[in-house]
Every structure is written in structure tokens, then in C-alpha cells.
């Protein structure tokens, strides 16, 4: 398994049609998540600031991405979600953060 997080910023203008969207997102859209090996998937925001995480299950993550980019049901999703980020017209979305640390008791050995 591989743990994700991820940050990204919202047009100011656009945080509550982004919150809106997430509110109800598409059935489709999650069954793909889910068809892509993806996990514990979660969403958090603080003014326009978001924070993503999540657990990869799968054993080829690129090609996992590129099943979900193929989607036409998540390409439309994508055409409502991704013109609320502040950075739209370069294409940056969320960016991968560096792990460095992680903690779980449940699979701890003490």
C-alpha cells in the first residue's frame, strides 16, 4: 500500500461551487476511485486550501491513473471540478506531498 497526501488552492470564487460539487459527487466517479485501487479517500479544506488523502492498493499506479483519466464519466466530472483550482490554466491540480512520517499502532510490533 502507498499513503498519499496532497495539497492545491481553489479560486477564492469558486470554494463553494467546489464544496457543492463534493457534496454529491457522481456515483460513477466513485466507483471509478475505487475501480483505480483507491482507498480511505478524503478531502479537506481551510479557506481555499485543500488537503487530499489517500491509500493506493493497486501495483501499477500510472496505469491505474491513466484508467481514470480515460473515464469519459470522470473526464466530465473533471470539466466541473478542475476550473475551481487557482492554478487552472497551467493544468496544476493537486501537487504530491513528501511523507515523513507515519504512524499506526495497529501494525506497530511493541
Not at 470564487?13 to 464544496?19: C, L, N, P, Q
Not at 466541473?80 to 506497530?108: A, N, V, W
Request: charged share 30%.
Amino acid at each position: 500500500m502507498r499513503r498519499f497526501g496532497q495539497v492545491a488552492r481553489l479560486k477564492p470564487d469558486k470554494v463553494e461551487e467546489y464544496r457543492r460539487l463534493h457534496a454529491d459527487v457522481w456515483p460513477q466517479v466513485l466507483q471509478t476511485i475505487a475501480d483505480c485501487n483507491i482507498i480511505n479517500y478524503s478531502i479537506h479544506i481551510q479557506d481555499d486550501l485543500l488537503f487530499a488523502r489517500f491509500d493506493y492498493i493497486g501495483t501499477d499506479y500510472a496505469a491505474d491513473m491513466r484508467r481514470m483519466e480515460e473515464d469519459p464519466v470522470t473526464q466530465e466530472w473533471w470539466r466541473h471540478t478542475k476550473p475551481c483550482f487557482l492554478h487552472h490554466d497551467t493544468g496544476t491540480y493537486y501537487q504530491d506531498m513528501e511523507e515523513i512520517f507515519y504512524f499506526d499502532p495497529t501494525t506497530s510490533s511493541t
